[in-house]
């Protein structure tokens, strides 16, 4: 049997055409910044790639920020709305409003920035379906809050969350300061959402929107930060001024280019793609209840990604099961994969169920561009075999 690829959460594979892409701009000799002939084309290689993104999300060019992935565009959205803002307000308590299972980029940014720099944190409650209520982002906001983030789509279980409704009570919020009040800011983690969802930041009150190429079949150590024009960030590294002074360092051209081509090519399929998926992902829930009965799908269906099911077997642990599907040529990840190998378990799991139940875990199954019904189905059977 072929290896079966089920871990697009993780990483989805590039496609061809972005491949294409990025081939004929790896070939660009001059640099970015260089005002000659060659250091024109790679310019505007990346300028057209800003364009693009830019477009996929409602959005103007000068909004996009290029940056190594989302880690690095959680770190500069959180980071560096945080910096900026404190340096605008010097004194008195601030405080950032965060749902507890945020991508460790951006956790653990703001970790640090509670550690180090006095920032508080609030946490967000989490219901067993694995979204957070908007009701509760209105009670937990303070006037002293600057910062809210939460990310559109979980990465460990796909679901959805109110991202519309966060907006709307941040913006209330904002209202009550009225002009020359404390600022607040929203920002949303969209990496899993980007490659099923619309996704369009400033319709809905997102100010800082961050994603990654890998997975939009685009390439790895490369993404972008959507700033709302006159949200105010500092830059995390500082050097020769590209980016508009927001993303220091000669830019990743290849990679950007990559990221405007799959960005390209979302834009004209993804509604397509969604029904598809979402055909898909009820074949797969179907033949599990033929094959493995006993499997448990955790989070509401109806309020995720169609792309990823976390499929938990009360027999099985999630590491155990997640191996012994790999040794079956399956590849999917038990929680997500930024957890694997830390002793610490998912975040997620921790935050909506009790410490057993959140340790035994369970495996995410997650396809995309190049799933086939077929995987799908032979997945379904080898869980039902475990
Ligand atoms: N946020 C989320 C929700 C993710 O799933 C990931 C990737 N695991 C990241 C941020 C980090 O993205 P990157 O791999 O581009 O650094």
Redesign the pocket.
């Known amino acids: 049997m072929q290896p079966i690829y089920l871990d697009y ?3 989805a594979p590039l496609d061809r055409r972005v491949a294409d892409a990025m081939g004929n701009a790896a070939q660009l000799t001059g640099n970015p910044s260089s005002i000659h002939a060659f250091g024109r084309a790679a310019r505007e290689a990346i300028d057209l790639s800003r364009t693009r993104v830019a477009r996929l999300f409602g959005a103007e060019a000068g909004s996009v920020t290029f940056t ?7 770190a500069l959205a959180v980071a560096g709305a945080w910096h900026a803002i404190r340096r605008a307000c010097p004194q008195g308590a601030l405080r950032i409003l965060v749902s507890p299972f ?5 956790w653990e940014t703001v970790q640090r920035l509670s550690k180090d720099e006095g920032a508080i944190v609030d946490v967000l409650p989490v219901g067993r379906d694995g979204v957070i209520r908007a009701e509760d982002v209105v009670a937990a906001l303070t006037p002293e809050t600057v910062i809210v983030s939460v ?1 559109w ?3 460990v279980i796909g679901t959805l969350q109110p991202i519309a409704e966060i907006g709307r009570a941040v913006a209330v919020e904002r209202g009550k300061r009225g002009v020359g009040g404390l600022p607040i800011v929203f920002h949303a ?1 969209a ?2 959402a980007v490659a099923t969802q619309e996704v369009l930041p400033f319709a809905v009150g997102v100010d800082l929107l ?1 994603f ?4 939009i079949c685009g390439p ?4 972008a930060l959507i700033r709302r024009v006159g949200v105010a960030v500092e830059p995390v590294i500082v050097g020769g001024g590209q980016e508009a002074g927001l993303r220091h360092g000669t830019e990743n051209v290849a990679a950007i280019v990559g990221l405007g081509a799959a960005a390209e090519i979302l834009a004209a399929e993804r509604v397509s793609e969604r029904q598809r998926f979402s055909e898909m992902r009820a074949a797969f829930m179907k033949a599990l209840r033929a094959c493995a009965p006993r499997a448990e799908i955790v989070g509401d269906p109806e309020r995720s990604v169609p792309t990823t099911v976390f499929v938990r077997l009360p027999s099985r642990g999630g590491d155990h099961l997640m191996l012994t599907l790999d040794v079956a040529g399956i590849a999917v990840s038990a929680g ?3 957890d694997a190998g830390s002793r610490r378990g998912s975040r997620t799991l921790a935050a909506m169920f009790d410490g057993q139940r959140a340790m035994h875990g369970g495996v995410r199954v997650s396809f995309g561009r190049f799933t086939t019904f077929s995987e799908l189905e032979e997945c379904a059977k080898a869980i039902g075999k475990r």
Not at 212 to 215: D, L, Q, R, T, Y
Not at 220 to 223: D, E, Y
């Open positions: 959460a993780a990483s190594s992935g989302a880690t690095e565009a959680n945020e991508h460790a980029s951006a990310m789509a979980n990465n983690d990496v899993q961050t990654s190429g890998h997975k790895k150590g490369v993404g997500s994969a930024c």
